[in-house]
């Protein structure tokens, strides 16, 4: 395994790793101190006493202590996760296109997803009535997940088709698979009645609000074992920043890491994306933070990136359930809102220093 | 002295005669979802029980002041379970599934009522809101009444139509200057615009599609009916009929628009039979007549 990391020269290799060690630390303090803040915070009051009635005791049926261990914990887990998820499957995608504005939608996950789900709930609406209604509660996760997936795959089969290798074709590829689903969910909009269309709205407005422990843990595990491997896969990423030829003549399989980079994004995102419908902007902007911070090290983007990710989502959703209590105000009102100034902000910064360069 | 078995065998009778007498049953803390049950709940006299409604609750104003908690499809479970219910109501609109998935894993008592376009669907609510409340004869008092002013209005109703063609109408919610929705049928609009003996001009259609200029136009309506609401958002009546379209129709020649406020038209509660009443006159009035609110 090559690293472009070690390559470097002596002091800059200091600088750079004192700055890969402090401000992730910083960026974690930062994270830990929000997590505290937005358990604190919601609709109902906690008591210190709540905490002590863990979600093994009788006391957690209803009341402060319910509201906290089944609601609020998991509700925080699950943002945790999917921020970090999105953050990952984002660094993945910039660093697979080797292009910053990349991000997990451009694989056709997202509008996957809602395709999938806008035939569900209109063309096929008698699915929901034969279906048993435990059954039911799963099946727009199921099918967003696997509509997500499919989309996903079929784009990379399509783009090694008509341009074997290109990794700009796979994103022209996706831009064009991207419309065609855009029209089915425009078509099934349509059709749609009035409740069906609404339903449609809600699922691509995105929230986080139907969190339960199974989610949180589900997208915690995956998010365990895709993130390892992601790790892995850091050297060859570092190596494909130099471009594709230069990566393939240093030995590096790059159809293979195409095909598991894209496996990873799909799968991360697609969790995501079932669960709570689409969030805006963290894919994006993650990993431009991330890069901020620690430079352009993929070993060091990547985590940095899950934490950039698991910040911004836990502040915007904090703000999103409590500013309007007792409504909830759209989740990614707040990603958009609190990403997009930071994300100029980031870009001046960046500019400034291309240009003194 | 009564023997332990005599107080055993009164007990069913002691508890009988509590659940039917108000005096015993502790006071609720109800959320409202839907704005016409929260006009049901005040018509019953039981507003003091209310803790909460949804932003369609509207009517009488006093529920504007009540805490809101947002739009009927993306409640939020926290923030339903800070007001402290002890029942929540609401439309089959209510949602999120997850959330209410939530609501009945924290214990409270989701009361999901049917919403349906007749007015038969008034008078089952408002028997099933009684007796949630604890308020039977008061439902049944006010059952009797919308049942008394519902056939009053359907008498009319027949009066005025009688005796020319039933008028051509059209429904248009516009909420941006622009845009707008028109009704076909299976809407509460159809429903209204059905028992004011008027035909619906967008009948073939179901539900509520996208205006398109030429189906307007194809429907030739006599009358456009359109909400208080929508006539705000989309500039007066000057500026509803400068939507594509409708100026060109029979409706927009004569400038004969019919404007009622959303919920007394659309929601099928307690203001209902006097809507229809003010509907008919409205539609069924000589040509030239303009706006009526």
Known sequence: ?357 | MLSRRHVLSLAPAAALLMLGGRAWAAPQRVIAVGGALTELIYELGAQGELVGVDSTSLYPSDATKLPNVGYARTLAAEGLLSLAPTMVVATEEAGPPAVLRQLEAAKVPLHVLRAEHRFEGVLERTKALGELLGRQRQATALSQKLQAEWTASRAQVTQLAAGHRAPRVLFVLSNAANQARIAGSATAADAMIGYAAATNALGDAQGYKMLSPEAAIAAAPDVILATTQGLDASGGIDGLLKLPGLAQTPAGQSKRVVVMETMALLGFGPRTPKALTTLAQALHAPAGAGKTA
């Open chain 1, 1 to 357: 395994m090559n690293s472009v990391g070690s390559a470097l020269p002596s002091p800059l290799a200091a600088a750079s790793s004192r700055r890969t060690w402090s401000r992730p630390m910083l960026l974690t303090a930062a994270l830990v101190l929000t997590v505290i803040v937005a358990v604190q915070f919601g609709a109902v009051p906690i008591a210190a006493s709540d905490w002590l009635n863990g979600p093994w005791s009788d006391a957690t049926k209803t009341g402060g202590a319910h509201v906290l261990w089944q609601l609020r914990l998991p509700r925080l887990g699950l943002t945790l996760a999917v921020g970090a998820a999105l953050g990952l499957a984002g660094a993945l995608s910039q660093a697979l296109f080797r292009n910053p504005m990349a991000e997990p939608s451009l694989l056709g996950v997202t509008s996957g997803a809602a395709a999938a789900v806008a035939l569900t709930l209109t063309v096929f609406a008698s699915l929901h009535a034969v279906l048993p209604a435990q059954a039911r509660l799963w099946l727009l996760p199921l099918v967003g997940f696997g509509g997500a997936l499919a989309v996903c795959f079929s784009l990379d089969r399509l783009s090694r088709w008509l341009a074997p290798g290109s990794i700009a074709a796979l994103l022209l590829c996706g831009l064009a698979l991207q419309a065609m689903t855009f029209a089915v969910v425009g078509l099934c909009s349509f059709i749609a009645n009035d409740d069906q269309l609404r339903a449609i709205n809600f699922w691509t407005l995105g929230s986080l609000a139907g969190a339960n422990w199974i989610m949180a843990a589900v997208m915690g595990g995956a998010l365990l074992v895709l993130g390892t491997l992601a790790l892995r896969v850091a050297p060859r990423l570092n190596a494909l920043a130099l471009g594709e030829a230069a990566a393939a003549h240093v030995g590096i399989d790059v159809e293979r890491l195409r095909w598991q980079c894209i496996t990873m994004v799909a799968l991360l995102s697609a969790l995501a994306v079932a669960w709570c419908g689409n969030i805006a902007f963290i894919g994006l902007m993650a990993p431009h933070l991330a890069r901020q911070l620690v430079g352009a090290d993929q070993h060091h983007v990547l985590p940095n990136a899950m934490l950039a990710g698991a910040l911004l989502l836990v502040v915007a959703d904090t703000l999103a359930r409590t500013l309007a209590v007792p409504a909830e105000i759209p989740v990614g009102v707040f990603s958009a809102l609190i990403g997009a100034p930071w994300f100029l902000f980031l870009l001046r910064g960046a500019v400034r220093r291309m240009g003194s360069a």
